[in-house]
């Protein structure tokens, strides 16, 4: 399933970049999110508490960020397992745009989920993942207006990142 949409942050787009990067921030920002560790400059792995129709599940899983521009877009891919409730993995595709005094933030995702939660019919899990990215969007906004985010995100040269494309294994 595809996901777009886009926020207007009040921040540069270098504080945007910087929050993206922030352990805490996103700790903040993820729904359900129980725990969440930075396991290196570009690697994520968290516990996610989620509920989606009748299906409870707590995922564990791995985000990882790649094709890096610094301040101007990357590519965030995780993967997770619920156990018997199903897998979820996909992709998005996260640019910034400077617009005066404030930071369009677009993102293309692409979802897949297995198990249980397949069974449940792909306009629930549509309308829940709109709802988890709305949910997480509205998070990021409050974290980064507070002043969160302070810490700075690396840059392409420190990531060693190449020109790749994003994908989800």
């Not at 929050?19 to 359900?32: H, K, M, N």
């Not at 725990?35 to 690697?43: H, I, K, V, Y």
């Not at 792909?122 to 709305?134: E, F, N, P, V, Y």
């Not at 409050?142 to 700075?152: D, I, K, N, R, W």
Request: hydrophobic fraction near 40%; aromatic fraction near 6%.
């Amino acid at each position: 399933m595809e996901l777009e949409g886009s926020e207007m942050l009040t921040a540069s787009p270098e504080q945007v970049w910087q929050a993206l990067f922030d352990r805490s921030v996103l700790e903040r920002a993820i729904p359900g999110c129980e725990t969440l560790e930075q396991t290196s400059a570009t690697e994520f792995s968290a516990v996610v508490k989620l509920k989606v129709g009748p299906v409870s599940a707590r995922f564990k899983g791995d985000v990882e960020l790649s094709d890096i521009e610094p301040f101007v877009a990357c590519t965030l891919s995780g993967k997770g397992s619920g156990g018997i409730a199903g897998f979820a993995k996909g992709s998005a595709r996260v640019t910034l745009t400077p617009q005066g005094d404030v930071t369009l933030l677009t993102y293309r995702a692409d979802a897949a989920v297995g198990g249980k939660l397949a069974a449940l019919g792909s306009r629930l899990i549509k309308s829940t993942a709109q709802k988890l990215a709305g949910e997480f969007f509205a998070n990021f906004k409050a974290v980064l207006s507070a002043g969160a985010g302070t810490e700075a995100g690396p840059t392409h040269e420190d990531t060693g990142a190449t020109e790749q494309a994003g994908s989800v294994s």
